[in-house]
């Protein structure tokens, strides 16, 4: 984490030796070089969760090993980053979803006129 540069307030708060513990398995990663920066960086990412506007909403995603060097190789071909792929993705995975609902309904509507055909011919036939 980098050095506070602004003014900062002490804030105290009651832990349970569970959550104390888990706090301590965090010392080290991601930069935290104690108790203190694993709570300032829990907090950051829970404030940086909160949506921008109202009616927004965010999502966090959790990357692997495994993708994160292919993520590296399509930024530097690309520019683009992380988040940006993964708006990308929604919006490709949002429009298939969206085009085989519109595939399903006309699939069923097109069955749903064959059948009225079929028992207006029937009924035709009987009279």
């Known amino acids: ?62 990357l692997g090993q495994d993708l994160m060097p292919q993520i590296e190789a399509v930024h530097a071909l690309t520019g683009m980053d992380a988040k940006m792929l993964a708006r990308q993705g929604m919006d490709l995975a949002v429009r298939h979803q969206l085009a085989e609902r519109v595939t399903i309904d006309e699939l069923i509507e097109a069955r749903a006129e064959k059948a009225q055909a079929r028992q207006k011919f029937s009924s035709e036939d009987h009279q």
Do not use: C, F, W, Y
């Not at 203190?36 to 009616?55: C, F, M, Q, T, W």
């Open 1 to 62: 984490m980098s050095p506070m540069t602004a003014p900062t307030q002490l804030v105290s708060l009651r832990l349970s030796e569970d959550d104390i513990a888990r706090l301590e398995q965090r010392v080290g990663l991601d930069g935290t070089r104690s108790r203190s920066d694993v709570i300032r960086l829990a907090i950051k990412s829970l404030l940086d969760d909160e949506p921008l506007k109202p009616g927004m909403g965010r999502v966090t995603i959790d």
